[in-house]
């Protein structure tokens, strides 16, 4: 267990640090940017991806309704802004935007449909995008507060002491937690509590993070504190921040999907029930990390560059195989160029500018009509929409500059 001095100082964390993500020591990550550079590598695969989704919407603004959830067309309609060939104002964008504003809720969230944390995140994401004369300022704010609602923390009577603080998961929806000792009685425990998913896991607390410091919270805020607590108990690691019976067993850095049952992994397990670390969850963790202020010489950052170092290819989710292999090609990119560095030396010592090597991976893979899809039709990745979204992310992360 974590010791009071160790959470009170991990709590506080970074105070004063503002809203970027710049630190002292010579060294620090850049912010995401939407510049140009290296995009013409990617141009024609963005291209003819933008022209698909196009031709996919339905009447009502949506991708893939059948699914009953905005979840999809969020994501569509972020990863068309974010390939730099379409405007808030294009029509399908347009009906989109307004298709994903059906499902705001009086709480700030798109809490009138399924999985609405998940959503409200990747909507958030959209909606920054699109802002444009302040037209989304007002629902961000909102949406941010929903985010903060939705968070497994004090609010609900989860403490720091439960392996499921500071995460989040699709959405409310109820649910067992694990038991923890009793609370003395205070007015944060009594506080009528939001409605949150069963669990928490790791890439709905990843998606958290980034849609609240896209969208302009600091580093150093509350929310993201907690979170870091539960993405660190995500970790194959052992550390001062890490309570978990499994954590030094395998010990490699990598991250899993929860803590939940013991701890939950695609991978699978050791046959001592041990969850092992794969790559969409590490690139996931290490995303989140970064956004939320950790520096390459905190040790839970360098573990999971080991991990990635290590395991580092385009052609697999490592640990999963082509299992979430687009949703890999996502963080994967997204981590990796908020981390600002042009190459990731693997554990031959070989170099790779992992921008061209994820545009050549996506270009090899893409239909002649502009999708992609994966034929291990596992987490949803049968549905070319979705795909194609995930696919465009990618694309639209290792084509931009990734300089601030």
Request: aromatic fraction near 8%; include cysteine.
């Amino acid at each position: 267990m974590l010791s009071e001095r160790s959470r009170r100082s991990f709590l506080r964390g970074t105070a004063g640090v503002a809203g970027t993500l710049g630190f002292s020591g010579g060294w620090a990550w850049p912010l995401v940017a939407r510049g140009d550079g290296q995009r013409a590598d990617a141009t024609p695969l963005i291209t003819r991806a933008v022209a698909y989704l196009r031709g996919r919407q339905a009447a009502d603004g949506s991708w893939s309704v059948d699914r009953g959830e905005p979840g999809i067309t969020a994501l569509v309609v972020a990863a068309l802004l974010r390939s730099g060939q379409v405007t808030p104002a294009e029509p399908s964008v347009a009906k989109g935007l307004a298709y994903l504003e059906s499902f705001l809720g009086p709480d700030g969230g798109l809490s009138k449909g399924a999985h609405s944390s998940y959503s409200t995140s990747v909507a958030l994401l959209a909606f920054r995008d699109a802002n444009r004369a302040g037209r989304y300022d007002a629902a961000i704010k909102a949406a941010q507060q929903f985010l903060r609602a939705t968070q497994f923390d004090e609010s609900n009577g989860t403490r720091p002491d439960n392996p499921y603080y500071g995460g989040a998961g699709y959405g409310p929806g109820g649910g067992p937690r694990p038991p923890q000792p009793a609370a003395k009685s205070d007015a944060a425990t009594k506080k009528a509590a939001t409605p949150r998913a069963p669990r928490p896991d790791l890439s709905n607390t990843s998606f958290m993070i980034e849609a609240l410091r896209s969208t302009g919270v600091p580093a150093d805020d509350p929310a993201l504190r907690r979170a870091v607590l539960f993405i660190s108990r995500c970790q194959n690691l052992k550390s001062e921040f890490n309570d978990q019976p499994w954590a030094d067993k395998i010990n490699d850095g990598g991250f899993i999907y929860t803590v939940a049952n013991g701890g939950t992994s695609i991978a699978g397990k050791t046959p001592e029930g041990h969850p092992l670390s794969y790559g969409s969850m590490t690139y996931a963790g290490l995303k989140s990390m970064i956004y939320a202020g950790l520096t390459k010489d905190d040790p839970r950052v360098a573990a999971a560059l080991g991990f990635i170092r290590k395991t580092y290819t385009v052609e697999a989710n490592p640990g999963a195989g082509d299992r979430a292999l687009y949703y890999y090609y996502v963080m994967f990119a997204k981590a990796l160029a908020v981390l600002g560095e042009p190459t990731i030396v693997d554990g031959n010592g070989v170099a790779h500018d992992w921008r061209a090597d994820l545009i050549s991976a996506l270009g090899k893979r893409q239909s002649k009509e502009g999708s992609w899809v994966n034929a291990t039709d596992r987490f949803m990745e049968g549905d070319a929409n979705l795909v194609t979204a995930y696919a465009l992310l990618a694309l639209g992360h290792a084509a931009g500059s990734g300089k601030s």
